[in-house]
């Protein structure tokens, strides 16, 4: 995306067969809170395999079985902190409005506190908080947590089992309409927050570890060469002026994987419901890849919301707000959001390159030309994720930064 915000689409790049053979084994296994998603969708097993339909697909839940519709685990941290730039509620003005899953049962109030369910919340035990060392001891770069919705478990408490999906869509008296809920979202999240790309790997105890290490120094290696290109682009002469923010020492690198259960529901009545609320990612460059299912969009200038094409081998590189800061408004971070399928599962895992906490943010000065200005005020990579943590999902963030 980037500057470039028509509807084109994402640039593909090339995938060496044993990247996507890695790439679709750590989708496998990066978590086993994924393999009752993953087992009904066999081709992540096989990525040769055609995305065959198999029976789950058709979205009506196995007897017995939780309701993938419903499904949702929240971050206690998140829970805790409140609306924060990775998992909060969407905000700010929208061309058109997108909902929350109307078949899910509200557990509060109207408006709950973003970054909890508006779904049925299952019984589960809650995941373990990463210990005080292991943050400190991520915080100082010699491993790296987990955290998110998601760790390694799966929940033993027994769930209880969903009442059967509605053959037809869910009306109340014929009259359902689509409220305007911001605040919901439908999407279960797992974070990998790296710290060192060799050091957590020995941390982690899940069977996921070789194929996400694998996975993530080849994707890092696509945002390098990615921003090497928009260096040469811009006629930088240092060619890592960019790509060696993501490289150096202590760099802010967070690895995301999002479900977004289907949402029945939504079937015939026209309307979305909110998988990820309306935002823009606030590191340097964010490399996605998706199963193929479709919800990703984007933001153009005047506001329509454009649809991403679905293609499992292709990524999406998203810029952002601090290239967007760097290239002095060159490259632009674009609105994003994802809308739920109403009849498919969708997983996306993100790779997001952030600079070190003590990098400055500025338009770098061999950019600038005669008597240009920088747009933004100062700031360091960690003061801008402070700020944005305080922030809203959809706020522009940004703003508060412009001179
Ligand atoms: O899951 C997706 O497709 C996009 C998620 C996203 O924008 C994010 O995690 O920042
Ligand atoms: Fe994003």
Known sequence: SGNSISPVPPARLCFFSSFQSGSALLLASLDRAYVPYLAAQPWWFSPARPPSITSRSSGRPTPGTTSPACRWSTSPALARRGPSP???SASGSSSSSTTGCPRTRWTGSSRRPSGSSRCRRPTRTAPARPTRSATAASASGSMATWGGSSTCSWPSTPRRSPAPAPSRPARSSGTFKCPRERDASHCDTTRVWLVSPSAYVAHMACVCRAALNEYIAAVRKVAVRVMEAMAEGLGIAAVDALSGMVTAEGSDQVFRVNH??????????????????????????SVLRSNGTSGLQIALQNGQWVSVPSDRDAFFVNVGDSLQVLTNGRFKSVKHRVVANSLKSRVSMIYFGGPAMTQRIAPLPQL????????????????????????????????????
């Open 260 to 285: 977004y259960p289907p949402c029945h529901a939504l079937q015939g009545l026209g309307c979305s419901a909110t998988g990820f609320g309306e935002h823009t990612d606030p590191q340097l460059i």
């Open 368 to 403: 600038l030309g005669a008597g240009e200005q920088s747009l933004y005020k100062d700031f360091t990579w960690g003061e801008y994720k402070k700020a944005a943590y305080n922030s809203r999902l959809g706020d522009n963030r940004l703003a508060q930064f412009h001179r």
């Open 86 to 88: 990775t998992r909060a």
